[in-house]
Structure formats: structure tokens, C-alpha cells
């Protein structure tokens, strides 16, 4: 059993983080209609075989140069076009206006502060007029938790966007931003809404903890946003609370999320006498004055206490140092111990930033007005404008099939948009090369085209799309029914929330007749029921929550299948024969191969095997659940003149593989979370009771001045009503977050048990048949 759970842990659906990961599960996606033939083959298509066919795939903007340098080299010797010459053919106006414009996300983990920072950004750029908190005493709550779900809750669902203008001020003058703003959640059950807003946005604010540092949400943003390529500034809020330390989080975000990071402020007083923050880059003090520290007030580090003055200077030297590893400008001025002025530390930490080696890091207090106008001040001197190195309409595009040249017509498979292909570039370093045409395994990047991250481009004969945002699989499912017969609405919703939500699914089981959600927590769920109960006027009643299992195999097993039936007229006729056995594919996918030789079975009703093989996969023979990461080959058979049809062989490769799936040491998988728990110290002993009552291996146990943090891996079904007893076991003061980690086996005694129940059930509908 050992030798099994070693080998299953790599069976992970979820792709790593990179965004050439993005690429590969574009590229697997696309080649599938390639491999097959038949009638239903996209070869067969009359625009395939003009000579141009295409699928292109969108796989990001350029936020920085360094992703594309693995491009691979064109055969033609093109002129190199320097990025200052493109830049120089753009509209000056627009330029300037671009270079006045951020598109900007804030996340970080759950109860950051990223609600209470956005609603001061409102406040202070004039968007409202008087501040409520999240959860606050005035129970109206924050702006941008609009839905009276979060207002209640006191946590963010979905992302809000807003927008505002800023006037920094800049050697004396006011220089207007205008900053289009999302604010995502933190709940790992809607994680999505962060992907989709990171794939939108130049650049982001990562908001933490002063005393909880990097947590584990913070380092599944970090993730999404590495693989958006999102640049970053960070903010260390929370500087009031009893045992801030930002230089602890500081030095996580260095040591767990592997970013360079150093201050740009420091801290004057901490825990209730934080008072305001020093600029390392001016070197001035910076307090916060009148209503909801409106004001900013100035004053020279010598109004300031001497240590502080002392640590100012101190925490500079670390700036300059972390930048001179990152900056080849700074490093120069370093080795020659010469002081770089403000323009050129403020250069680098720009370039750096954009170019993701670096993260500037603030501090504040959004609670106590404390912090957040310099934020929207690093936000306009750090973060990319939509110009940045992309010129705003600059697209990378992967080709999949076919040549795409420069003047010709794609369309959007989407939306069906016709649009010209102006110019094509390949990115060269920092430089760009103008090419006549880029042929298919190719990535370019294109200027002018109007289209989303993840688009699919075809010549207009493809009805294809590709996929390429990465969407969780959902980890848990309940049936769900109106009470009463409302179900136009209640269909309405599904659709929405679906359309809305791709971590959302609702299906209808065929054998059961249940409509049944999926999605990514109990919470994810919940919360779904709330608004279809509020926002559309159906009551529902739900069944008890379940674990989305999936099913494999563990070794190698043949078959020889021969499905025969006479009823009268023409009967059915197939045999298949070949083998399965499991792939180990790290994503746990399934393949279908054929090896014939001879022609035993022609390649009409091999296409039917394998549709056969594919429905097998979505309903495994154990509980029904779906199935991952098996082969089935089919290297023989035969066929019956008169009596072998599609539908027979079909039917034969659905039987053999229920057959021999049962032969070849089937295992149940289960999902397994892993789960961050934080509370005050004195609960620390009853939190290890609950996880190891849960058989959950603790990981990591971080242990804060007054707060815990646990990190431990544990089956999802064993957390099941977890947040009630967290909250009865730390009164109240506890939080959770988890997040979907493996499949690994699931005991052999609850594989038992869930195969008796499957069975019982499946024979009581046919008894009620
Ligand atoms: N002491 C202190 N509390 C803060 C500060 N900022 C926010 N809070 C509190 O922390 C809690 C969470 O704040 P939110 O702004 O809702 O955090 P969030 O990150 O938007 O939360 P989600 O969207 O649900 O993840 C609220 O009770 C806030 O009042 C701060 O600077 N200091």
C-alpha cells in the first residue's frame, strides 16, 4: 500500500504555477482534434486543407521582457526594431495619457485589510465622502462590499472594481492618475475570482499582515500572480495591532515567497503609538493629521526621534543593497561606495518592480488612517501603466496550426470578431524583431489586436476555443432542490452563477435526477444557496456535502472483449482487445491509444472506441465518480460484416473498460487539503487536539507573540464541519483557510465503505424502477 500512495501522489490535476504551464495545457488542449481522423476530424474541414489554417491561442500580455526569451529563433534574418522606434510611432497623446493610467488588483490572504485599504483609496481620492468599516459598528460596511452577503459576513466574495484619481504630488507639482481598481477576496473558496481579476490587471497590491506575515493564502496569490506575471508592490498593514513586525514580514516574503523585497518606509512608533512612517527613498517623515488622516503632513528626519532617524538610515543601506542585486545601475554606484540619488534608487525600483525581481514593501494602518496615501503614491511611481513595455495592445500569441502572416484576417472563435493582423513581432531581449509570418509550435506577439487573455484566434473555419486560464477542479458537491416550484428562477441562477464562476458546476445526475453544485469549499457553496435564496426568492433544500472523489488504476491489466447481441433483426457485433494500465500523469489525464495493425478494426469504429473510452472516464465503475490518469490501449480485434456498427464498438470499449478497470487494483482517491489555522496562543493545544482527532499531519506550527500559526495537510472529508468546532474550541477568535493540495488513496476501509454505499444505493433506484 505504501508503493501505491508514493506513486498516486503525483497524480495532481492542479498544473504548477508557470505560466509556461499556461502554454503546455493550451497546447494539449488544441492538439487533441489534431490526432483523430474521420469525418468528424477539423483535417477534413474545407478551409484545413486550403493551406492556412490556424488556431492561435493568447497567452498573456507582456508585463515584462524576460518571459519571452526562450522564443524560439526565426529562419529569416529580420531587421531588429528597437522598442524605442514602436514607441515612437504611437500617439504622443496617448502615450502621455496611457503613462497617467493603473490598472490595479489588491490581494492577499483572508482579513488582511484589503476592503478597509480600498475604502480609504476612495476616501481619500474624493470617490466617497465618509468611511464605513468592514464589519463596523455604523453596520452600513465597506463600499466595495456591495452585496449584503459580504456586508454581513464581513468578507469579500466577489471582486469589486472601481475607480478613481489620484494627484501625487512631485517636486511640488500635481501630477493626476487615474486608477482603475479591483479588490479580490481572500477566501480560498473564491480563488477564481482572483485569477480572473490578476489576468486583467498591470500590476497589484499585496496586502499583509504586520503581525502575521506571509499566511497561507498570501502564498497562493503570490502563485497567481507569478503565473499572470503581475508586478507587485506590498503593503505591511495592520502596524497597530499588539505585536506588529514588519521586518518579519518582510523577511517572509524574501524567505516563502522567494521575492526580493526590502522597505521603502519605516515605521515611527509600533502597536498602539504608530504614528506615521518615514520615506526611505526622500528620506522624510510622513505623518497622517485631521479627519481619517487626510493630511498629509511632511516634516525633516530631524523632528523625528534619533532611533528612528538611526533605523531610517540603517533600513536605506538595506534598500540600496537589495536593489544593487537586482539593478546593474545600482550595483555599479555600489561597488564604487557612491550614495545613488533619489531619481536613480527611485529609477531602479521601478524597473525592478516592473520587471518582477523586486517588491518595494510599505507599512501602515488602514484602520488608523495610517499609510494608505503613499501606497496610491508607490502605485503611480512603481506599478506598470498600460504602456509599459506592452504599448497597451501588444498580445503574445502561441501558434497551434497553420502560418499566420502579417495584413491577414483571424477571428475571434469567441465573440466571431474579424480582426487584420497588423504587425508581427518576436521579442528579442528588450528588443523587438518585425516578422512577415510566424509558423505553427511558434509564440509571437502581436500589436493592435482588440481581444482577453485566453482567446482563441481561427481562420473563421475552426468552431474551436481553447482553454487556457487555469480553473480549479471543484472539490465538493451537494444536491440541491426549491422547495417550492420556482425553477425558471432557479435555472436562471444556475446559468449565471455558472457563466459568472467557472469553479461553480451544476449538473444534473442521470441516474439520481438530482441537480447536484460543485465548487471549491463548503463556504463556496453556501454562499451560492444564500443568494439564490436572496437575490432570486428560491428557497432550496441541500443535501449533505460530498468529497468529489476520483478513481484510478495501480497496474497493468488485459482484456480481450467481445460484445455480441442478437435480437432478431441485425445484431451487434465487436471485439476489442489490448490492455490498460495507469499513465502516472502528473495532471492525472486519461489516454486513449489504438496499435492496429492489420486493419481488424477500421478507424470509423476505433473513432467510436474512443468515444466509448471517454464516457467511461467521466463515471468510474467503483462510486461513479471520475476517472484519472489511465491508458487504454486497443491493439486487436475484430468485426462482423453485416452486424458491427459504431454503436457496438462503442458499447464493447465501455464494457471492456468497466471490466478490467475492476481487475487492475482500482483504487478510490480522495482530495487532501492543506489547511492553515491561526489563533491566539492559549488555543494551540486544543487546535493540535481537533487536527490529530482528524488523523491530519501537522506540517509547520509558527508561533507569533500572540497569535499561532498551524499548517497541516488532512483529507477534505475529515474537515467536514470543521469551522463549527474551531469556533467552540478558540471562542470564536480562530480562522481557517484550505486549499486543494492532492489526491492521494483513500484508507482501504473507507474504500470499502463508499463502494457498499454506492452499491446499496444504485440498487434502490433500480428497486424503485
Ligand atoms: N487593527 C487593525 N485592523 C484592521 C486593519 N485593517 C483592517 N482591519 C480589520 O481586519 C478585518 C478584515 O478587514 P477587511 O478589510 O475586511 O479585510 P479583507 O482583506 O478585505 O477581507 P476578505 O476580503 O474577506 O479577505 C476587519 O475587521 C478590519 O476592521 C488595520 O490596519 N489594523
Avoid at 526594431?81 to 493603473?102: F, G, S, T, Y
Avoid at 453556501?526 to 426568492?537: M, N, Q, S, T
Avoid at 495493425?597 to 466509448?612: D, M
Wanted: proline fraction near 5%; hydrophobic fraction near 40%.
Amino acid at each position: 500500500m505504501r508503493a501505491v500512495k508514493c506513486q498516486l501522489r503525483t497524480l495532481r490535476p492542479f498544473p504548477s504555477s508557470t505560466a509556461a504551464r499556461t502554454l503546455r495545457i493550451s497546447a494539449t488542449v488544441a492538439r487533441k482534434p489534431l490526432k483523430c481522423s474521420g469525418p468528424h476530424s477539423p483535417l477534413s474541414s474545407p478551409l484545413m486543407r486550403t493551406g492556412y489554417p490556424l488556431a492561435l491561442n493568447r497567452v498573456s500580455n507582456i508585463r515584462g521582457l524576460a518571459s519571452v526569451a526562450a522564443a524560439p529563433a526565426v529562419s529569416e534574418e529580420p531587421d531588429i526594431i528597437p522598442q524605442e522606434e514602436i514607441l515612437a510611432k504611437m500617439d504622443p497623446r496617448e502615450m502621455a495619457r496611457l503613462a497617467r493610467v493603473r490598472n490595479i488588483g489588491i490581494a492577499a490572504h483572508i482579513d488582511s485589510g484589503k476592503t478597509t485599504c480600498t475604502e480609504r483609496v476612495l476616501f481619500y481620492t474624493g470617490r466617497i465622502g465618509s468611511i464605513h468599516e468592514v464589519r463596523g459598528k455604523d453596520a452600513v460596511g465597506a463600499k466595495m462590499d456591495s452585496m449584503d452577503l459580504e456586508r454581513e459576513k464581513g468578507i469579500t466574495i466577489q471582486s469589486a472594481a472601481t475607480f478613481c484619481d489620484w494627484v501625487k504630488k512631485e517636486n511640488g507639482v500635481d501630477e493626476k492618475y487615474h486608477v482603475n481598481l479591483i479588490d479580490t477576496p481572500g477566501h480560498i473558496d473564491f480563488t477564481i475570482e482572483v485569477e480572473r481579476a490578476l489576468r486583467v490587471l498591470d500590476g497589484a497590491v499585496m496586502i499583509l499582515c504586520a503581525v502575521s506575515g506571509v499566511q497561507s493564502q498570501t502564498i497562493t496569490v503570490d502563485r497567481q500572480m507569478k503565473r499572470y506575471n503581475v508586478p507587485r508592490i506590498s503593503f505591511v498593514n495592520k502596524m497597530d495591532r499588539m505585536g506588529a513586525n514588519p521586518w518579519k514580514a518582510i523577511e517572509q516574503i524574501n524567505s516563502k515567497l522567494k521575492i526580493p523585497a526590502a522597505a521603502i518606509q519605516v515605521p515611527i512608533g509600533g502597536e498602539d503609538s504608530f504614528q506615521g512612517v518615514v520615506d526611505l527613498v526622500r528620506m522624510k517623515a510622513i505623518f497622517f493629521e485631521g479627519h481619517k488622516g487626510i493630511n498629509v503632513v511632511e516634516k525633516e528626519l530631524s523632528e523625528i526621534p534619533a532611533e528612528v532617524k538611526k533605523l531610517a538610515e540603517e533600513k536605506r543601506e538595506v534598500l540600496i543593497a537589495a536593489l544593487a542585486d537586482v539593478d546593474d545601475s545600482i550595483a555599479e554606484l555600489w561597488l564604487e561606495e557612491k550614495i545613488p540619488t533619489l531619481e536613480q534608487i527611485k529609477a531602479a525600483i521601478r524597473q525592478a518592480t516592473l520587471a518582477r525581481k523586486f517588491t518595494p514593501v510599505l507599512i501602515g494602518s488602514a484602520l488608523g488612517d495610517k499609510g494608505v496615501q503613499p501606497v496610491l503614491d508607490a502605485v503611480c511611481d512603481y506599478l506598470p501603466n498600460p504602456s509599459d513595455g506592452n504599448f497597451g495592445q501588444l498580445t503574445y500569441i502561441r501558434v497551434y496550426q497553420g502560418t499566420l502572416k502579417k495584413g491577414m484576417h483571424v477571428y475571434n472563435a469567441k465573440s466571431g470578431k474579424k480582426i487584420k493582423v497588423p504587425k508581427i513581432v518576436r521579442m528579442h531581449s528588450d528588443e523587438m524583431e518585425e516578422v512577415p509570418s510566424i509558423g505553427a509550435g511558434e509564440i509571437c506577439a502581436v500589436f493592435g489586436v482588440d481581444c482577453a487573455s485566453g482567446d482563441t484566434f481561427t481562420d473563421g473555419g475552426l468552431p474551436y476555443s481553447m482553454t487556457s486560464m487555469f480553473v480549479p477542479d471543484p472539490v465538493i458537491s451537494l444536491s440541491i432542490k426549491p422547495k417550492n416550484k420556482e425553477t425558471a428562477a432557479f435555472s436562471k441562477a444556475m446559468n449565471r452563477f455558472q457563466r459568472e464562476d467557472p469553479t461553480f458546476r451544476c449538473k444534473v445526475d442521470p441516474e439520481s435526477q438530482e441537480t447536484i453544485i460543485s465548487g471549491m469549499g463548503e463556504l463556496h457553496l453556501e454562499i451560492y444557496v444564500e443568494r439564490l435564496r436572496r437575490e432570486y426568492g428560491v428557497d432550496c433544500v441541500t443535501g449533505k456535502p460530498e468529497v468529489a472523489y476520483r478513481e484510478t488504476i495501480d497496474s497493468r491489466q488485459e482484456f480481450d472483449y467481445v460484445f455480441k447481441r442478437q435480437t432478431g433483426g441485425a445484431g451487434d457485433y465487436a471485439r476489442v482487445m489490448g490492455y490498460m494500465e495507469p499513465t502516472r500523469d502528473p495532471e492525472g489525464k486519461n489516454h486513449f491509444e489504438e496499435q492496429i495493425v492489420g486493419g481488424h478494426i477500421s478507424e470509423k469504429f476505433l473513432y467510436a472506441c474512443e468515444k466509448g473510452f471517454l464516457k467511461s472516464t467521466e463515471k468510474g465503475p467503483m462510486i461513479g465518480h471520475r476517472v484519472l490518469g489511465t491508458r487504454m490501449i486497443i491493439n486487436d480485434g475484430a468485426t462482423h460484416m453485416v452486424d458491427s456498427s459504431e454503436m457496438s464498438f462503442k458499447t464493447a470499449t465501455e464494457y471492456a473498460f468497466r471490466d478490467t478497470f475492476k481487475l487492475a487494483n482500482p483504487v478510490i482517491l480522495e482530495p487532501i487539503m492543506k489547511v492553515a489555522i491561526s489563533a491566539p496562543n492559549e488555543f494551540q493545544g486544543n487546535i493540535v487536539g481537533l487536527m490529530n482527532k482528524r488523523n491530519a499531519v501537522i506540517e509547520d506550527s509558527e508561533i507569533g507573540a500572540d497569535e499561532f500559526t498551524l499548517t497541516a495537510t488532512c483529507s477534505l472529508n475529515a474537515m467536514f464541519g470543521f469551522s463549527s468546532q474551531l469556533r467552540a474550541a478558540t471562542q470564536g477568535k480562530g480562522e481557517f483557510s484550505m486549499e486543494f493540495k492532492d489526491y492521494l488513496p483513500t484508507p482501504p476501509q473507507l474504500q470499502k465503505e463508499l463502494i457498499a454505499n454506492f452499491e446499496k444505493e444504485r440498487a434502490r433506484r433500480n428497486a424503485a424502477k
